[in-house]
């Protein structure tokens, strides 16, 4: 699953990110609604975990300006809020299911499972596509003009997340996050190096190249 978490505590959100690395799934975190609702409109993610009582605004503010914006994802409510009147109103604005802290990660994940399943962009993500190149996530197979590529797991890792977020720039602390489960800035190449042995797969045998460099700032895949 690709899982988008907008929480502001840390503790709680370390939490949840454990359990999904553990999973293997990919975590994109925020801690204020405002700076999530771009990425949540804009990119592709299986489910979306809120909080309500954030720091720049009310989870169900943010939720009704998503569903307003015909975002489709998946919506899980996150909060200690557990009165009657406070699940119907999580509902009412639009989420697909609500979930009274503490609680526990299996139960979680239940629920993330069950909504993903739901998520209207299950099928269409199924073969990723970006030009002359194409990844089957089921298979994990890769091609590019008809010619397959041999991945490394890293390497499929990456180009699996640069292709999810296709003509959106994606920086090293997003690849240290979803690919190696990192909260925090190694400090190395690390992230330099496993995308110039990927790019020595995909791009340096053919005559345009798909993964371009933003200095200082990322990575952009496009076709």
Partial sequence: MNVLLVEDCQDTAEFIARGLNQQGDALTHYTHAKEALIPASSMNFDVIIFDRMLPDMDGIDAIKLLRTSNVETPIIVLTAMAS?????????AGADDYLVKPFAFSE???????????????????VLVVGDLSLDRTTQQCTRNGTELDLMPREYKILEYLMLNANQLVTKTMLLEHVWGFNFDPQTSLVQTHVSRLRN???????????KTVRGCGYVISK
């Fill in 108 to 126: 979680l994940q239940a629920r993330l499972r069950a909504l993903a399943r739901r998520s209207p962009m299950k099928q269409v993500d199924h």
């Fill in 201 to 211: 797969k995909l791009d340096k045998p053919f005559d345009h190249e798909l993964i």
């Fill in 84 to 92: 009657t009147e406070d699940r119907v109103k999580g509902l009412d």
